[in-house]
């Protein structure tokens, strides 16, 4: 007793009632309900959000890109893009990549549907009213397919008037018979091959020299492929027309089904099975009443037609430099460029 009281060690807590300050190494002291309070003047903790009312808020830490997760108000915060990073590729887009060259291209913009419907109703009009309508029709629409072919070549425009010319030729002379018909082709050979090398600008694509001129011959050559399916037509039409409205008919038929199925299918061999298919339906009760040309050739003649549709449309993307290019008046008569001749040599026209 009397003996004055040892001084308290560096951690130990003040007595009761002592207004100590708080070391730099010591908690802060508990506030009212026992919860301790912040210290004062040092810097906020990075990973706690700070105290209400001073307005600090939890930083990220440096050199963590922001991700997905919840931010402080409940919503997730966007995720961080690199510079220059492509978006993903859209469907259409990934189904147009895995086409090959050659596969038909669906145009799916404005009426198209409309469009075939008056294609339809005005060549049928056309087949049953004489053969010189047939001419006047398919006549056009050979000498614009072939005059879509040269501009799609780029070739120079005196080139691509005289390609509508010689594509219009054929289906003109067809009116004379098949012997007409055949010496308006040899012809169309003959001034292709003469228009390539009339002068230093006879060239497909602005290719200069004999490579220019070898190409303009192939372009101007091709110009009698529409032709010569034109002329088919026109043959079938003068020998019988129960045998061209039943081309009409099967053409017509692939096209309604290759159109709405392969416009959005995910590959190619949808939309020519579904075309082929709804060919061989339309015309099958044809098959039994042996209407003309199954009179002669029988039913085996219809797989085989539904076969040369898409053969046809394979040969128009083989006669354009890529198989989206504008060539509408082609696209609407492609069906025909194999199933026409075909067709012409079962109904004994040629």
Known sequence: PGAPAAPPGPGAAPPPGSRRPAGPGSAPPAGPGGRRRPPTGGRPDPGRPGPAGTGTAARP???KPATGKPNGKGRPAPPRTRTGERPPASRETRRDARRPGLAPVYDVDGPRIRLGVAWFLGALVA????????????????????RQIAK???????????ATGLGALPVVAAIGGTTVAAGALGAVVLVALLAAAAGPDASAGRLAGGTGRLAAAGVMASAAVPGLAAAAVVLIRKESLAAVVVLLLMASAYEVGDFLVGSGASNFVEGPLAGAATSILVAFPLTLVLISPFDRAGASLLAFAAACCPLGQIMASALLPRPDAPASALRR???LLVLAPVWAAAAAAL
């Open 152 to 162: 799609a070549w780029r070739s120079v425009s005196w080139q691509v008037d005289l």
């Open 333 to 335: 008569i492609d069906t």
């Open 127 to 146: 087949l049953v009213a004489s053969p010189y309508s047939t001419v006047l029709l398919y006549g056009a629409a050979a000498g614009l397919a072939a």
């Open 61 to 63: 830490a440096k050199g």
